[in-house]
T-cell receptor, first 113, second 115 residues
Framework: DGGITQSPKYLFRKEGQNVTLSCEQNLNHDAMYWYRQDPGQGLRLIYYSQIVNDFQKGDIAEGYSVSREKKESFPLTVTSAQKNPTAFYLC????????????FGSGTRLTVV | AQSVSQHNHHVILSEAASLELGCNYS??????LFWYVQYPGQHLQLLLKYFSGDPLVKGIKGFEAEFIKSKFSFNLRKPSVQWSDTAEYFCAVQAGVAAGNKLTFGGGTRVLVKP
């Protein structure tokens, strides 16, 4: 079945460490997105990529970095510069051309201690 | 930039009651509108979407939404809820290709349906 795989489901890290969250899709979608979900704040866009080797900052990009070396993969690194990294992170993809809704992954819950 | 406001953070109601969740957006251009649902422990799923045409949109599981352009609103409704409708509901607005087809979400409404 086609879909988006995020791993791991739960992740614990010590404060000051960088951590990379994985997102893989086999939907042949051009566009991929990273959102952060916090209670009462909905989903906020961190980074997005419309095509391989290109990406743009979203609304809350500070303290995060991404890469898009392959169409299928869009990993997100939460750096030590992110002031409040504990959150639920969602990856999504869309065909990219025209207007479409997104397909979401199951998310990664990151806890920094 | 677009923004989305959902009026209620929490809604509690009994089975068979009617549900209406408010959503207002701000954006100067043409938008596409969505409602997503997140059941406990599950992925975000698309409930319904509006691109153009009939402003009354029907989605899955008996949900519908009405786009009122003059009010910048896209409220979600269900005439009779079930316990299984307990979930968090998100309204979202999508600008066009030039804006990266980005979805902007509202803050979400947690709905608890009591049996």
């Amino acid at each position: 079945d086609g879909g988006i795989t995020q791993s791991p489901k739960y992740l614990f890290r010590k404060e000051g460490q960088n951590v990379t969250l994985s997102c893989e899709q086999n939907l042949n979608h051009d566009a991929m997105y990273w959102y952060r979900q916090d209670p009462g704040q909905g989903l906020r866009l961190i980074y997005y990529s419309q095509i391989v080797n290109d990406f743009q900052k979203g609304d809350i990009a500070e303290g995060y970095s991404v890469s898009r070396e392959k169409k299928e993969s869009f990993p997100l690194t939460v750096t030590s510069a992110q002031k409040n990294p504990t959150a639920f992170y969602l990856c999504a993809s869309s065909p990219g051309t025209g207007i479409h809704g997104y397909t979401f992954g199951s998310g990664t819950r990151l806890t920094v201690v | 930039a677009q923004s989305v406001s959902q009026h209620n953070h929490h809604v509690i109601l009994s089975e068979a009651a009617s549900l209406e969740l408010g959503c207002n957006y701000s954006y100067g251009g043409t938008v596409n509108l969505f409602w997503y649902v997140q059941y406990p422990g599950q992925h975000l799923q698309l409930l319904l979407k509006y691109f153009s045409g009939d402003p009354l949109v029907k989605g899955i599981k008996g949900f519908e939404a009405e786009f009122i352009k003059s009010k910048f609103s896209f409220n979600l409704r269900k005439p009779s809820v079930q316990w299984s409708d307990t979930a968090e509901y998100f309204c979202a607005v999508q600008a066009g290709v030039a804006a990266g087809n980005k979805l902007t979400f509202g803050g979400g409404t947690r709905v608890l349906v009591k049996p």
